[in-house]
């Protein structure tokens, strides 16, 4: 399967835990992005990666939040000290970003279901 | 800011019914992307259409078929002859020329009903 893969899909922590979610882009991809899904929501834009660096990060929450790409394996995005508000779902995208070709879609993942107790 | 906004939260159709979900966004940037995106039950998001802002075009693709109205600032989405397989929250998104990320709408929940 040479789409975006996204682990675990579901992960259920207790409150004052740390949740780890991780984000291999398609083949070729090198930008990847994640959006944050509430029930009965639509998603919200938290931070867009390329490798090393972080590009954009503006919709992501100012403390306990962060999210690395590194050269090497697959993106994180990490939620220290969980709260119940952040039990969502997580989606991850991919693009090629400029320079290749590319008709301007994202490449969504399945979604990583966090469940805070 | 861009903004997107689906008025409808959910719809509720027998089969074989046409339906159609509006979209309607907001940008001052004049060139930019809009698209749809499905989600049904199992969760995973799935592209169904990209229109750039100097496409006006309509756009057909067997029973789907998409409305843009630059002048309305409406990316409408119609579904002929509805399935129950089309029950799903479909989400319009928008993107400006020059930035990498989408700017979604809040989605609506379509469920078409036996």
């Known amino acids: 399967n040479a789409g975006v893969m996204q682990n675990p899909r579901h992960l259920v922590r207790r409150r004052g835990q740390e949740a780890r979610l991780r984000c291999s882009p398609m083949?070729?991809?090198?930008?990847v992005y994640w959006y944050r899904q509430l029930p009965e929501e639509g998603l919200k834009f938290m931070v867009y990666l390329q490798k090393e660096n972080i590009i954009d990060e503006s919709g992501m929450p100012k403390e306990r939040f962060s999210a690395e790409f590194p050269k090497e394996g697959p993106s994180i995005l990490r939620i220290q000290q969980v709260v119940r508000g952040d039990s969502a779902a997580y989606f991850c995208?991919?693009?090629?970003?400029?320079?290749?070709?590319?008709?301007?879609?994202?490449?969504f993942g399945e979604g990583s279901r966090l469940t805070v107790l | 800011a861009q903004k997107v906004t689906q008025a409808q939260t959910e719809i509720s159709v027998v089969e074989k019914e046409d339906v159609t979900l509006d979209c309607v966004y907001e940008t001052r940037d004049t060139t930019y992307y809009l698209f749809w995106y499905k989600q049904p039950p199992s969760g995973e998001l799935v592209f169904l259409i990209r229109r750039n802002s100097f496409d006006e075009q309509n756009e057909i693709s067997g029973r789907y078929s998409w409305n843009f109205q630059k002048s309305t600032s409406s990316f409408n989405f119609t579904i002929t002859a509805s399935q129950v397989v089309d029950s799903a929250v479909y989400f319009c998104a928008l993107r400006i020329q020059g930035a990498q990320k989408l700017v979604f709408g809040q989605g609506t929940r379509l469920t078409i009903n036996p």
């Open positions: 995208a991919s693009s090629p970003g400029r320079g290749s070709i590319w008709t301007g879609e994202l490449f």
């Open positions: 083949k070729g991809h090198s930008h």
